[in-house]
T-cell receptor, first 113, second 112 residues
Framework: DSGVTQTPKHLITATGQRVTLRCSPR?????VYWYQQSLDQGLQFLIQ???????AKGNILERFSAQQFPDLHSELNLSSLELGDSALYFC????????????FGNGTRLTVT | GQQLNQSPQSMFIQEGEDVSMNCTSS?????WLWYKQDPGEGPVLLIA?????ELTSNGRLTAQFGITRKDSFLNISASIPSDVGIYFC????????????FGQGTTLQVKP
């Protein structure tokens, strides 16, 4: 158990809809990262937050947004969903040190029909 | 942007064989990490490397941080069926955001 909790585990929704994925980082971790993993693909970095502030952006679509709350949990919002958004979405957290490893949750599997 | 090239893409080996996979980059990385992902789960950290030339072991796993800081390898000795999964290399590049860049993964299958 990595200590990173993601909910829900599975999500099935229709095109055009909006969903929210939730992540609770490990206790004491201030940084939260979001990654997308499509079928048979590697992990694509979406966005990073540190102590409530956006720190870095990757290949995140404008239809997607995220935030980190004062209690350090984070939410990833996906709107106007398309079939191609079907993927595993992982949250990861880390300590303050820039080079410390990321610890991943078990992901949310999103299926858009 | 910075990218990692991981090879091989997949491997199918006999139980007991040794395995080697590697990652290369055209730019310098400050940290190299190796993760394993089982089906339906998140990646789990296997080994972290922080210094050029560093050689680190974790049980049957050994990984090295290349001297040039542009490559790393992971070896698995005496493979067993539970080694099956996808292995990812990852690295922290030159940015100060701590963004972790991943290779495309090596899928390992072990035949008992």
């Amino acid at each position: 158990d990595s200590g990173v909790t993601q909910t829900p585990k599975h999500l099935i929704t229709a095109t055009g809809q909006r969903v929210t994925l939730r992540c609770s980082p490990r206790s004491g971790d201030l940084s939260v990262y979001w990654y997308q993993q499509s079928l048979d693909q590697g992990l694509q970095f979406l966005i990073q937050y540190y102590n409530g502030e956006e720190r870095a952006k990757g290949n995140i679509l404008e239809r997607f947004s995220a935030q980190q709350f004062p209690d350090l949990h984070s939410e990833l919002n996906l709107s106007s969903l398309e079939l191609g958004d079907s993927a595993l979405y992982f949250c990861a957290s880390r300590r303050d040190s820039l080079n410390s490893p990321l610890h991943f949750g078990n992901g949310t599997r999103l299926t858009v029909t | 942007g910075q990218q990692l090239n991981q090879s091989p893409q997949s491997m199918f080996i006999q139980e007991g064989e040794d395995v080697s996979m590697n990652c290369t980059s055209s730019s310098i990385f400050n940290t190299w990490l190796w993760y394993k992902q089982d089906p339906g789960e998140g990646p789990v950290l296997l080994i972290a490397l922080y210094k050029a030339g560093e050689l680190t072991s974790n049980g049957r796993l050994t990984a090295q941080f290349g001297i040039t800081r542009k490559d790393s390898f992971l070896n698995i000795s005496a493979s067993i069926p539970s080694d099956v999964g996808i292995y990812f290399c990852a690295g922290h590049g030159s940015s100060n955001t701590g963004k972790l860049i991943f290779g495309q993964g090596t899928t390992l299958q072990v035949k008992p």
